[in-house]
């Protein structure tokens, strides 16, 4: 199978040949690939290709999958509505 039709990232739309191409320049790591390509930025936030990603790392690298470092984890946040923080403001007067 080619490699541009092998969709890692489903959220981001990263093919399998976007972090190849990546790792042949240097950037092996997790968090490098994440920010350039956003894989595991998406709305599942790594759920469905974090595992894959590290997977194709270490294949990479030739080292064990344990080695391989994840991403780190930092939560969604939620908007909040500026009527919410004017009320909350009146309060304290």
């Not at 981001?12 to 894989?39: A, C, H, P, W």
Request: proline residues 3%; positive net charge; hydrophobic residues 35%.
């Amino acid at each position: 199978m080619n490699e541009k039709n092998i969709i890692i990232c489903r959220c981001e739309d990263v093919t399998l040949q976007d972090i190849y191409r990546l790792m042949n320049e240097g950037y092996t790591s997790f968090e490098e690939l994440k920010r350039i390509l956003r894989i595991g930025m998406g709305p599942c936030q790594g759920n469905t290709c974090g595992q894959l990603l590290q997977r194709e790392i270490a294949k990479f690298l030739e080292v064990p999958l344990d080695q391989v470092k994840t991403q780190k984890v930092r939560p969604l946040t939620t908007g909040v509505k500026l009527k919410s923080i004017v009320e909350a403001t009146k309060n304290e007067r």
